[in-house]
């Protein structure tokens, strides 16, 4: 009976190691409207960095007709992007088009809260 109880067991092996969570580099705009309204209702968000990052444009029913018509390029709403690296973009251009305006520094803490909260870009 010992033999058989033996010759039963299976070593398990563990689970794989999760892959990390890409979070902000590889959410849609409707993903990242939903996690800028999580973000806002546990105040990680006042309602100034709220109104600046929580409704993306591409969400617009007007995008093709508007910006979309500017740009060449139809609304995605749903295809995941890095969303992080799109923010550390319009930091940029604020810092070079914008310095010293008030909406640059609410753009400067949210970036800020999104480095913080992402794992570092894939090499």
Do not use: C
Not at 4 to 9: E, I, K, W
Not at 63 to 83: K, N, Q, S, V
Request: proline share 12%.
């Amino acid at each position: 009976m010992k033999h058989h109880a033996a010759a039963s067991r299976v070593p398990a092996l563990p689970p794989p190691p999760a892959a990390p969570d890409p979070g902000l580099r590889a959410m849609s705009p409707r993903d990242f409207a939903d996690f800028t309204h999580e973000l806002y209702l546990a105040g990680r968000l006042d309602w100034a960095e709220y109104r600046m990052v929580g409704f993306p444009s591409e969400l617009d029913p007007r995008w093709d007709a508007t910006i979309g018509a500017l740009t060449g390029e139809r609304a995605a709403p749903d295809r995941p992007r890095d969303m992080l690296a799109e923010w550390e973009r319009r930091v940029d251009f604020m810092h070079r088009f914008q310095a010293g305006d008030p909406a640059t520094v609410i753009a400067e803490r949210v970036l800020a809260l999104f480095q913080h909260m992402s794992p570092p870009a894939a090499a």
